[in-house]
C-alpha cells in the first residue's frame, strides 16, 4: 500500500474548530510520517494554508489541471512560513525523509473536514485505523469528507468506485459519523 492513502501514518490535532469561532476557520496540527503524501486534488469549500512546524514537506500547486506541470510545482516549505493554497487550486503534499508536523488553516471552517478529523482520531484510539488503512470505501469517506476533488488517475478510479460501491460508501460513512461525531469527539481532537 502507497503512503498516499495510508491514514494510519497520520495523527490530528484539532486548536480551533469552526464550532468556537462562527466558522471562520478550523485549525489542526497534522503529524505525519516520513513519505507521507496525498493524491493530485483540488477543494472548493475552503483554502487551505500550510504552515510547517519541523521535519520536512514539499507542497506542489498550479492552476493547471495537467499532472506533469503539478510534479514540476514542487516547493519546499520552511518552517513558520505558511503558504496557501485557495480554492479549486490543484495541488498535494510530500512528506519528506522524517517525520513532520504541520499546521493546517482552512479558511472558511469545515464542519465535514472536523468531523473527518475526529473519525481517524477516533478510528485510531480504537486501534481500527491500521486494518482500515488499505480500504478504498474509507478512501471515498475520506475523500467526500475532506471535500478533495481528486483528479488524474486517481480522480477517475474514484468515480468508479462510487459507482460500484456507492451504497457501501454511504453505509460507512453513517457508520462511522454515528459513532464518532460525538462532542466528547471534538473534545478528544482538541486534547491529542
Known amino acids: 500500500m502507497s503512503t498516499e492513502r495510508r491514514y494510519d501514518s497520520r495523527r490530528f490535532q484539532i486548536e480551533e474548530s469552526t464550532t468556537l469561532n462562527n466558522g471562520a476557520r478550523t485549525v489542526f496540527i497534522e503529524h505525519m510520517t516520513p ?4 493524491p493530485p486534488h483540488f477543494h472548493t469549500r475552503f483554502s487551505e494554508t500550510f504552515d510547517l512546524i519541523s521535519g520536512s514537506i514539499k507542497v506542489y500547486r498550479t492552476d493547471n489541471l495537467d499532472l506533469e506541470v503539478l510534479e514540476a510545482s514542487a516547493q519546499p516549505l520552511e518552517p513558520r512560513v505558511p503558504v496557501t493554497v485557495q480554492p479549486r487550486l490543484y495541488h498535494k503534499y510530500l512528506g519528506g525523509d522524517q517525520d513532520a ?7 472558511p471552517g469545515d464542519m465535514d473536514f472536523e468531523r473527518l478529523l475526529k473519525i481517524l482520531n477516533g478510528l485510531d484510539r480504537d486501534r481500527k ?10 478512501m471515498a469517506v475520506v475523500m467526500e469528507l475532506s471535500d478533495a476533488h481528486l483528479i ?5 478510479m474514484l468515480e468508479g468506485l462510487r459507482r460500484e460501491k456507492g451504497d457501501e460508501i454511504r453505509r460507512l460513512k453513517q457508520e462511522l459519523l454515528d459513532k464518532y461525531d460525538t462532542p466528547e469527539a471534538l473534545e478528544n481532537s482538541m486534547k491529542n
Open 35 to 38: 513519505g507521507t503524501t496525498v
Open 101 to 107: 508536523v504541520l499546521r493546517v488553516i482552512l479558511e
Open 129 to 138: 485505523l491500521e486494518a482500515l488503512g488499505d480500504s478504498m470505501v474509507l
Open 152 to 156: 488524474g488517475p486517481a480522480g477517475e
